[in-house]
């Protein structure tokens, strides 16, 4: 078997020789601030081999694997080296230690990430010198879990395929006008109502081919998602929620009309799209979403939540008196830097409770609030005109990390998708340090502003601005994504690419990733993950 690690290390060597395992193999953890990371390896190297694999908890004699202490390198660096007398795995974090136990594991046979016994394998690691460290500290996955509820096993289960790419973001998208999928135990009716929609359109958005019939629900507990966060925890992935405003309120305004412009009673949306429905910016709505937002971070102890801010059609806004006093009090000058002004009053409050708000990249229209971070969508050019304005960004353009598009340009032979086409190519040879703006991407990011923030041509930015550039992030919006097994198809082998994007710093060379990624593809085999397989 081929060595193939996905992602890359930034340095590895193989000497000749090979580690041979058997039943004799053992752990030992020399630090006890590692015990769990070594009880986690031993766990998945006892479900394969069927050896027992036990653990001293101090002490190295003997022990096949070691892991030890070393404080030098970046947070999340790992050493790893494998020889005649058995591997030593070196870091200063528990989150280095879980990253080498993962390229570890990619080193064994890819029968070891089965989750049952398997006879009749070899079991051995080559020899390995191997020193790595992440290139961004966001490297991020998106799953849309209001266009379509995912059960708590395939969340964590996902969660499970993001630890073993290095992915150490799972951005969770919890509220739309499809659906409202976490428990408010102050606003019962989120989930009462909005978590509930009577059916869901067929076909494409464009097609018009009317709705299913079928009633569509689900929702989290906050039991739930507090046992979710802990199992993202044990693989150090930090879970960033989303609760959307103040557009992509269909679901909240269904369940509370006097949360929207009109007060009139709607329904959750049953198709896709984008609303008029939008929510008030006075300050009874502000108390709510600050309502919703203390049982938000309660629950998630991320230093990041997401705000969304994006799509938010103002026309609502426009077409109400009380709204336009509302403009005049606030003293802003017209509807966009409304939202700024309200978006900026629920910043404050995420201040005051030691987080930081994410928004999407139209966010910086209405004046993005001090210390937000900014997902630039659209394409790049909100991510550069954050970082040049001192704002933290996370790239995130549907040109490369949108994997609801289609995976080829050959639409006929894929399943329905939202359209465009993202393929393998197009996400691997992706840089999220940009070195030039198209006029296009500045159009579609900030339309026909006259005075755009940055200009098409090559962007120079400096060092403090390259590192404002946190990381990367693929997106898996669901409208056409109704099964676990659409969300796996489309998610990989794309977001193997966009991990090994956001980890390696290594010389990009996409044959040679497709030569890796031929081996890798088995261990997900292994695992019955549902990909695409390659061209």
């Known amino acids: 078997m081929k060595i193939a690690l996905v992602p890359e290390p930034v340095e590895a060597a193989f000497p000749e020789g090979r580690l041979e395992i058997g039943a004799s193999l053992s752990g030992a953890c020399a630090d006890d601030a590692f015990t769990r990371e070594a009880a986690f390896l031993a766990e998945r190297l006892r479900a394969a081999t069927g050896f027992a694999v036990p653990v001293q908890k101090s002490g190295g004699d003997g022990a096949t694997i070691v892991i030890e202490r070393d404080d030098a390198g970046a947070p999340e660096s790992y050493g790893l080296e494998v020889g005649a007398d058995g591997a030593v795995l070196r870091a200063g974090s528990r989150a280095g230690i879980f990253r080498g136990i993962q390229t570890l594991l990619q ?23 191997i020193s790595d460290r992440p290139r961004f500290a966001w490297r991020g996955a998106m799953l849309d879990a209001s266009r379509h509820f995912a059960p708590v096993a395939f969340v964590k289960r996902f969660l499970d395929t993001m630890a073993m790419h290095k992915l150490n973001v799972f951005h969770w998208h919890l509220t739309d006008d499809q659906g409202w999928r976490i428990e408010i135990k102050k606003y019962p009716r989120l989930t009462e109502i909005g978590a509930r929609r009577r059916e869901t359109m067929v076909g494409h958005y464009d097609a018009g081919q009317g709705g299913d019939g079928i009633p569509h629900s689900g929702h989290y507990t906050q039991d739930e998602i507090r046992d979710i966060v802990a199992y993202a925890a044990e693989r150090h992935i930090e879970i960033v929620p989303e609760i959307d405003m103040p557009g992509h309120m269909t679901a909240a305004v269904a369940a509370y009309p006097e949360l929207g412009c009109t007060g009139r009673q709607i ?11 939008i929510l008030q910016p006075n300050e009874s709505v502000i108390r709510f979403c600050c309502d919703v937002l203390s049982e938000v971070i309660g629950l998630f102890p991320s230093r990041f939540v997401h705000l969304g801010g994006d799509e938010a059609v103002k026309t609502q806004w426009k077409n109400s008196p009380a709204i336009q006093a509302m403009i005049r009090d606030a003293g802003v000058a017209d ?11 629920i910043n404050a409050f995420l201040r005051e409770n030691g987080r930081q708000m994410v928004g999407w990249d ?38 490369a990390t949108y994997l609801d598009n289609y995976q080829s340009p050959h639409h006929e032979n894929e399943p329905l998708a939202i359209g465009g086409a993202v393929t393998l190519r197009n996400s691997y040879e992706f840089d999220p340090v940009p070195r030039a703006l198209d006029e296009e991407d500045v159009r579609r990011t900030f339309g026909h502003d006259a005075k755009p923030p940055v ?14 550039i946190l990381g990367v992030q693929g997106q898996l919006w669901r409208e056409y994504l109704p099964q676990s097994t659409d ?49």
Do not use: N
């Open 362 to 399: 139209e966010i910086i229209e209405g004046g993005a609030p001090d210390g937000s971070v900014i997902m630039s969508w659209r394409g790049v050019s909100g991510a550069v005109a954050a970082v040049k304005a001192g704002h933290e960004a996370v790239m995130a353009p549907q040109k």
């Open 455 to 468: 200009q098409p041509g090559p962007v120079e930015l400096s060092e403090k601005e390259k590192s404002l």
């Open 487 to 535: 969300v796996e198809y489309m998610a990989f082998p794309r977001l193997c690419a966009l991990a090994e994007i956001g980890w390696s710093s290594a010389a990009k060379d996409y044959p040679r990733f497709l030569e890796r990624l031929e081996v890798h593809l088995k261990r997900l085999d292994v695992m019955g993950v549902r990909y695409r397989a390659l061209d």
């Open 267 to 277: 329904e959750v949306a049953t198709k896709w799209g984008i609303f008029d429905d």
């Open 107 to 129: 080193l064994f046979p890819p029968a070891i990430h089965s989750r049952s016994a398997r006879t009749g394998i070899v079991w051995g690691v080559p020899f390995a010198r």
């Open 335 to 345: 509807e966009e830097e409304m939202q700024g002004y309200f978006m900026g009053r």
